[in-house]
Nanobody, 118 residues
Framework: QVQLVESGGGLVQAGGSLRLSCAASGSIVSGNSMGWYRQAPGQQREFVAFITSGGITNYELSVKGRFTISRDNARNTVYLQMNSLKPEDTAVYYC????????????WGQGTQVTVSS
């Protein structure tokens, strides 16, 4: 079992920045990936970004160039730096952990609300 604890959501004006954090604990494997999905009201949950333990990253097209994912392997923590935020980025952001499949979650965090006002 792996537990994920997220922090860092909130309310920000368009053009602003937020940084999300997600700390993993429990049965961590060395080749894992961690990342983020988001779900806006009335929408399906969608992939945002992932990063492997080796530092390989991938981003959903609409956030590329604005969001940066990073991680601290010693702390089993992943971060999502979100810049130039837009109202359409408003969603609940879910951290995830995957043992061996980069963008397919095995475990989810509880979610953190990000609201971008226009």
């Amino acid at each position: 079992q792996v537990q994920l604890v997220e922090s860092g959501g909130g309310l920000v004006q368009a053009g602003g920045s937020l940084r999300l954090s997600c700390a993993a604990s429990g049965s961590i494997v060395s080749g894992n990936s961690m990342g983020w999905y988001r779900q806006a009201p009335g929408q399906q949950r969608e992939f945002v970004a992932f990063i492997t333990s080796g530092g390989i990253t991938n981003y959903e097209l609409s956030v590329k160039g604005r969001f940066t994912i990073s991680r601290d392997n010693a702390r089993n923590t992943v971060y999502l730096q979100m810049n130039s935020l837009k109202p359409e980025d408003t969603a609940v952001y879910y951290c995830y952990y995957s043992e061996y499949r980069r963008s397919i979650p095995d475990y989810w965090g509880q979610g953190t609300q990000v609201t971008v006002s226009s």
